[in-house]
Nanobody, 126 residues
Framework: VQLQASGGGLVQAGGSLRLSCAAS????????MGWFRQAPGKEREFVAA????????SYADSVKGRFTISRDNAKNTVYLQMNSLKPEDTAVYYC????????????????????WGQGTLVTVSS
């Protein structure tokens, strides 16, 4: 089972990036998915989560209104559209799959995720 995150890069403040997280080895269409990020010297923090159906989403206050999480279950892929990027968004971004099927509870906590991608680096220059 593998989660492959991609789409990171270097962008100027105010710019946009779209991250993708493709799953292989099994389907996660019944699992909530999340994005987390970790800046140098800081703890990994929650960014966004989406329920298995895509109907429900959750965002950290710091990205609300700028980032949008979505998913395409037919492609077994989750996306994170990031607009109006700020230097403080610089981090390695990780996608993850919730450990339980049909469960969106505690989706902001990294402990409920048991599959993690390798991370993709986003650097926002000022």
């Amino acid at each position: 089972v593998q989660l492959q995150a991609s789409g990171g890069g270097l962008v100027q403040a105010g710019g946009s990036l779209r991250l993708s997280c493709a799953a292989s080895g099994r389907t996660f269409s019944d699992n909530a998915m999340g994005w987390f990020r970790q800046a140098p010297g800081k703890e990994r923090e929650f960014v966004a989560a989406i329920s298995w159906s895509g109907v429900s989403t959750s965002y950290a206050d710091s990205v609300k209104g700028r980032f949008t999480i979505s998913r395409d279950n037919a492609k077994n892929t989750v996306y994170l559209q990031m607009n109006s990027l700020k230097p403080e968004d610089t981090a390695v971004y990780y996608c993850a799959a919730h450990r339980a099927r049909w469960d969106f509870s505690s989706s902001t906590y990294k402990d409920v995720y048991n599959y993690w991608g390798q991370g993709t680096l986003v650097t926002v220059s000022s």
